[in-house]
């Protein structure tokens, strides 16, 4: 069964952290590369990180590079994003998703299962 549950996000204040992570079955994680996307209200999917099965490969979106980190823990099965210097526009749904391959990919087409979304709230 493929399972992804986000969890990690809140209320934090303009330049705060915040560490999300999923929890991914055995079955969902191992040989794929996984990734992050965001969602805020009236606004499409958007990409935010992906990294590759071996972890040795990662892509960013503009927007957050220097601020936040992807990393994966293969033995565990689960993906992390370190958020850091966070901006109220970073204020969305956030998403982690299994890509249909072991290399990393930046549009929603090419992620098959999603996790139900963890909140971030960036205040002002």
């Known amino acids: 069964q493929v399972q992804l549950v986000e969890s990690g996000g809140g209320l934090v204040q303009a330049g705060g952290s915040l560490r999300l992570t999923c929890a991914a079955s055995?079955?969902?994680?191992?040989?794929?590369?996984m990734g992050w996307f965001r969602q805020a209200p009236g606004k499409e999917h958007e990409f935010v990180a992906t990294i590759n099965w071996s972890g040795d490969s990662t892509l960013y979106a503009s927007f957050v590079k220097g601020r936040f980190t992807i990393s994966r823990d293969n033995a565990n099965n689960t993906l992390s994003l370190q958020m850091n210097s966070l901006k109220p526009e970073d204020t969305a749904l956030y998403y982690c998703a299994k890509a249909r391959n072991s290399v990393v990919f930046t549009t929603p087409e090419d992620y098959d299962y999603w996790g139900q979304g963890t909140q971030v709230t960036v205040s002002s």
């Open positions: 055995r079955r969902t994680f191992r040989g794929y590369a």
